[in-house]
């Protein structure tokens, strides 16, 4: 069955980095896109970017060009998402969500577990 | 970016009863090469993770009661439970995927009285 499991929590300082890593099975990880999406406490979900696992092709939302990267690691079937310059309105819980890569897609239809990101001095 | 909205934000509903959820988006969600409407809902239950519902406006995914449906077109869509159920509590999210950056709406969250 198809699973994305995220990687646990994390509690980062003003100016950090962090890394949220989503390894993928129970399907062929190249034949499809990874998402990420971003919900702060009592907000709603927030899309930050995507990466074709197939080509490695990205695309950012604005909001965050510039701070966050999305790869890859196919051989391990592991999507990554790095956001730098973190502050405390980037505590959040970070969703991996998997995509089929045409434009008739049937939604985001596999999640992760979530990782909660927290960022406090 | 295309702006989602939502309403109601939020929607008490009597066991049994019908519910009905609209988003308007600030654009048509028309993709012309596909003919689809490139609208999702999704449901986030209590402390889990969204689960997906109905994808391109009006198809049910896989293992989604029936008792969902999805409806709408260009910017004016629509979700109803024909029969609410205790399990259908959470927050209910409309997220257009046409143009990226791909936005959700505010959340209606159900409740059951």
């Known amino acids: 069955q198809v699973q994305l499991v995220q990687s646990g929590g994390e509690v980062k300082k003003p100016g950090a980095s962090v890394k949220v890593s989503c390894k993928a099975s129970?399907?062929?990880?190249?034949?499809?896109?990874i998402h990420w999406v971003r919900q702060a406490p009592g907000q709603r979900l927030e899309w930050m970017g995507w990466?074709?696992?197939?080509?490695?092709?990205?695309k950012y939302s604005e909001k965050f060009q510039g701070r966050v990267t999305i790869t890859t690691d196919t051989s391990a079937s592991t999507a990554y998402m790095d956001l730098s310059s973190l502050t405390s309105e980037d505590t959040a819980v970070f969703y991996c969500?998997?995509?089929?890569?045409?434009?008739?897609?049937?939604?985001?239809?596999?999640w992760g577990q979530g990782t909660l990101v927290t960022v406090s001095s | 970016d295309i702006v989602m909205t939502q309403s109601p934000l939020s929607l008490p509903v009597t066991p049994g009863e019908p519910a009905s959820i609209s988003c308007r988006s600030s654009?048509?969600?028309?993709?012309?090469?596909?003919?689809?409407?490139?609208l999702d809902w999704y449901l986030q239950k209590p402390g889990q993770s969204p689960q997906l519902l109905i994808y391109?406006?009006?198809n049910r995914a896989s293992g989604v009661p029936d008792r969902f449906s999805g409806s709408g077109s260009g910017t004016d869509f629509t979700l109803k439970i024909s029969r609410v159920e205790a399990e259908d509590v959470g927050v209910y999210y409309c997220?257009?995927?046409?143009?990226?950056?791909?936005?959700f709406g505010q959340g209606t969250k159900l409740e059951i009285k």
């Open positions: 969500t998997r995509h089929c890569t045409s434009p008739s897609c049937p939604g985001f239809d596999y």
């Open positions: 129970g399907y062929t990880f190249t034949n499809y896109a």
């Open positions: 990466i074709n696992a197939g080509n490695g092709d990205t």
């Open positions: 654009q048509s969600l028309l993709r012309s090469s596909t003919g689809y409407y490139n």
């Open positions: 391109l406006a009006s």
């Open positions: 997220m257009q995927a046409l143009h990226p950056p791909y936005t």
